[in-house]
């Protein structure tokens, strides 16, 4: 489906400087990258590669010093309600509940309260927390405010989720439970997903396409397709090639830097 | 801790612990009042012993202060100008209070969110605040009765410049210790402008907001006393000054008890809404 989609992101030629001491480092560095409406793409690479930076810059919380991203065309120029972040320490609203936090973007548009509701209630379903809708983020676990914060950023009709390192807080356990829900949910609302991770596994687990990224500067190195079949099975002979593969792609762009800066 | 454990835990909890638990607070309950008030009856106490082996006469007995209280809030006993007068004194000292307290924080809460937030502003006003602040209250007296002539204005204007300052900084630390990350969720989420300030800003740093009301209220009511001994008839701290003017330190203790006892009323009252 991916293929034949139009483009829904286009990131052309972005490039953010930071001074480090006398030295100037970019990450990311001259980043080119489309991706299709409903596509599942991750990101991964070593940290100071400009992974989050480039999905700050997605999001419009952070500027390029070059370059630029547009969505169906049109240039970002700052936060917008059609991309939705998802931070790793979940940035709920503390003072507001579950209910209360998913329903704030409709809110914002000021429809009316029947709508809000309904929207509200649609989504607190969607991620599972009827029973926990009226309690505060600081009564939930780390898992629930994570899907809580999913469940936010959709009730606002995004059409791009950023995800940075959504699921890096959680235990083991909880971090299957929602790469699984996760996957379940972008089956069944079409949303486009950039997610950042440190885990090969997790990337080859999620995504249709596999950027990884090479530190200093910060380079796209590879664009793979993960071609295999969902849902995947992480201890078939298959995965495990395909994820060998990527970690090799990986070490391959890391060992020189860890070279460089002995 | 896993969601089933939690959901678990949720079940179970209620049946089986609140009755022991109920009992448990009540008792922790008791024990606190015991102990908050014992300290003071001890201190009565020896007050009285102290007075009494001493012999001096220049301060009161508690029990002289006791009668001295019992005149004041209902006459009978002396029948001077004090008799029978503590309501009306109480409430000029409250509107005071409340009229400087609440300027403060009608000024300095939307002052203090725009600070925080807008960072021209910050630059333009921070140094003058900074300098303006160390400056004691006190020190503003001789200026605020130019300004407002003796009597209850100048008494309010030093109760707002004192609670001004606690608000404006409280409120500007709480704007700016807010999670960086909250704003952009807000953002992104289709909130700006004004609305930013009200749904996000404001609740975000309430609980510093109420710490500093919470300050303020204390220094209201030490500086509603200074404010009323520059010569207003009414008001607690006048009566504490014409006490000293009389010599009579029954009536100086018994302003300084009632002064205690509305701090004290008020000071439990923001626990709760906080």
């Known amino acids: 489906m991916a293929e034949s989609a139009p483009n829904l992101l286009t990131i052309r030629g972005v490039t953010k400087r930071f001074a480090v001491g006398d030295d100037e480092i970019e990450a990311p560095a001259r980043v080119d990258v489309s991706i299709a409406a409903g596509e599942f793409v991750c990101m991964i690479g070593a940290s100071g590669c400009g992974k989050s930076t480039l999905l700050r810059i997605v999001a419009g919380f952070e500027e390029p010093t070059v370059g630029s991203v547009t969505v169906r065309n049109k240039p970002v120029t700052g936060p917008g309600s059609d991309r939705g972040m998802v931070f790793q320490d979940y940035a709920l609203f503390p003072w507001m509940t579950v209910r209360q936090n998913i329903s704030f973007g409709p809110r914002q548009r000021h429809l009316p309260r029947a709508e809000v509701e309904a929207i509200a209630g649609e989504f607190v379903r969607l991620v599972g927390l009827e029973r926990f809708a009226d309690r505060y983020p600081s009564q939930l676990s780390g898992g629930m405010k994570q899907r809580v914060a999913i469940a936010r950023v959709l009730a606002n009709d995004a059409m791009i989720l950023l995800m940075d390192e959504p699921f890096g807080a959680l235990d083991a356990l909880t971090r299957e439970q929602l790469q699984r829900e996760l996957l379940q949910i972008w089956a069944r609302t079409g949303v486009t997903i950039i997610f950042v991770t440190h885990s090969v596994e997790e990337a080859v687990l999620l995504a249709d396409r596999v950027l990884v990224m090479s530190a200093g500067p910060g380079r796209i190195e590879n664009d793979l397709k993960i071609e295999l079949a969902r849902p995947r099975d992480v201890s078939s002979p298959e995965f495990n090639a395909v994820r060998r593969d990527v970690a090799r792609r990986l070490t391959s762009h890391l060992a020189p830097v860890q070279a460089a800066s002995h | ?274």
């Open chain 2, 1 to 274: 801790m896993s969601e089933q454990a939690t959901a678990l835990a949720e079940a179970i909890e209620p049946a089986a612990t609140e009755a022991p638990r109920r009992r448990r607070r009540l008792q922790e309950k008791l024990t606190a009042i015991a102990l908050g008030a014992g300290f003071p009856a001890l201190l009565v106490v020896l007050w009285h012993f102290a007075v009494a082996y001493s012999g001096t006469r220049l301060i009161p007995s508690p029990w002289q202060v006791a009668v001295m209280m019992y005149d004041f809030s209902f006459g009978g006993v002396y029948d001077d100008a004090f008799s029978a007068t503590i309501l009306t004194h109480i409430w000029k000292s409250m509107t005071r209070v409340y009229g400087g307290f609440l300027m403060a924080a009608l000024i300095g809460i939307p002052l203090g969110l725009l600070i925080g937030r807008i960072k021209p502003l910050r630059q333009l006003l921070d140094p003058t605040i900074n300098v303006l602040r160390p400056i004691p209250v006190t020190a503003w007296l001789p200026l605020s009765m130019i300004f407002f002539g003796l009597g209850p204005n100048a008494a309010i204007f030093l109760v707002f410049l004192g609670a001004f300052y606690p608000i404006l900084l409280n409120t500007t630390f709480g704007v700016r210790s807010v999670d960086v990350r909250l704003f952009e969720a807000a953002s992104m989420l289709g909130c700006s402008g004004s609305a930013m300030f009200r749904q996000v800003v404001l609740p975000a740093s309430l609980p510093s907001i109420c710490n500093g009301l919470r300050v303020a209220h204390g220094f209201a009511w030490i500086l509603i006393v200074v404010g009323e001994m520059t010569g207003v008839p009414t008001g607690l701290g006048s009566v504490i000054m014409d006490g000293r003017t009389l010599s009579r330190t029954d009536l100086v203790v018994t302003g300084m008890i009632v002064i205690g006892a509305m701090g004290f009323h008020h000071r439990s009252h923001h626990r709760g809404v906080v």
